[in-house]
């Protein structure tokens, strides 16, 4: 099956730092999508983003369809981005396979 | 807002027992889902529903079942729980219209 792969696994940042969320899968999808799963364990779609480019406040993401893999920025970061991040794809049979999630802690 | 509402947050359950997981959506979508998440494991797709009596099998399916009798809710059902299967359990559902997908707040099983 499809591998998704995600990195880096830990970041640790400073707020009003940015950073770069990376994640690559090994097969053509038909679906990306990015998840932030907060510290109670909520999980929020941020974006479906197949291909190109979105935007959303302080987070946007970029996908490269052609060369797999996506890309998750996070600007001006804040505490509460603090999080677990998940890519998850789907390659056309309705299912999204989740990546092992990059872990973000932004301290005061 | 739209929600995905699962019945329990916390539940702890004996070995043998059988188990009801319940998920109800208000967004009156066909897609559900369930997933269980596992440290370093990520979410794992355990069984999906695409509409009313249909169900499909997912990446891990062996020692649960599923029930969609209403459109709005989808049961997982653990046949007879094992120390395995403690994890937490999310369930979703997807507007196939725009690929959104909605989470409930989880449910962390414990199998004792």
């Known amino acids: 099956g499809i591998q998704v792969e995600q990195s880096p696994p830990d970041l640790i940042l400073q707020e009003g730092a940015n950073s770069t969320l990376r994640c690559n899968f090994s097969d053509s999808v038909n679906n990306l999508q990015w998840f932030h799963q907060n510290p109670w364990g909520q999980l929020i779609n941020l974006f479906y983003?197949?291909?190109g480019t979105k935007q959303n406040g302080r987070l946007s993401a970029t996908t490269v369809a052609t060369e797999r893999y996506s890309l998750l920025y996070i600007s001006s970061s804040q505490t509460t981005d603090s999080g677990v991040y998940f890519c998850a794809v789907d390659t056309g049979f309705q299912k999204l396979v989740f990546g092992t999630g990059t872990r973000l802690l932004v301290s005061p | 807002d739209v929600k995905v509402t699962q019945s329990s947050r916390y539940l702890v359950k004996r070995t043998g027992e059988k188990v009801f997981l319940e998920c109800v959506q208000d967004?009156?979508?066909?897609?559900m889902f369930w997933y269980r998440q596992d440290p370093g494991l990520g979410l794992r797709l355990i069984y999906f529903?695409?509409?009313?009596?249909?169900?499909e099998k997912g990446d891990i399916p062996e020692g649960y079942s599923v029930s969609r009798e209403k459109k709005e809710r989808f049961s997982l059902i653990l046949e007879s729980a094992s120390t395995n299967q403690t994890s937490m359990y999310l369930c979703?559902?997807?507007?196939?219209?725009?690929?959104?997908?909605?989470f409930g707040s989880g449910t962390r099983l414990t199998v004792v």
């Open positions: 529903s695409y509409d009313v009596k249909m169900k």
């Open positions: 979703a559902s997807r507007d196939t219209t725009n690929y959104g997908y909605t």
């Open positions: 983003i197949p291909s």
């Open positions: 967004m009156d979508h066909e897609n």
